[in-house]
């Protein structure tokens, strides 16, 4: 059993059907090159909500983690891009800010489309 059970079943199917980094394009696999980053920074209270998880390669996800990092926005439109099935911001905010008002969710959107911008380029 080399899988990681703390995933659900669904969550490990997601992950194992990645088969590249979704910010370098480095091909690779999970469990094993590939990793899943929260994008919800240290809310790790539903793993398996995949609003809010991306897949990044071990070098991607260590810069997501010590400053050069695309951030939630970004994060969030290589999510729209690579994973669009599970892409979906009302999900995300409610996990990342349960009480936010609802500015928030037009906020975030709108940071989102511009780093979906920066990412076409
Ligand atoms: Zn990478
Ligand atoms: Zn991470």
């Not at 469990?31 to 991607?60: F, M, W």
């Not at 599970?86 to 349960?98: D, V, W």
Request: charged fraction near 30%; aromatic fraction near 8%; glycine fraction near 8%.
């Amino acid at each position: 059993m080399k899988k990681k059970l703390e995933y659900s079943e669904a969550t490990q199917r997601w992950a194992e059907s990645a088969d590249k980094c979704w910010r370098c394009g480095r091909g690779g696999w999970w469990p094993g090159s590939l990793i899943i980053h929260h994008i919800v920074r240290g809310c790790r209270r539903d793993r398996d909500n995949l609003s809010t998880t991306a897949i990044l390669c071990q070098e991607c996800h260590i810069d997501e983690h010590i400053g050069n990092e695309l951030g939630i926005a970004g994060c969030l439109a290589l999510k729209a891009k690579h994973d669009p099935q599970h892409y979906n911001l009302e999900a995300f905010a409610k996990a990342y800010r349960p009480n936010a008002t609802p500015d928030y969710l037009v906020e975030l959107r709108a940071k989102v489309d511009a780093a979906s911008e920066r990412l076409g380029e």
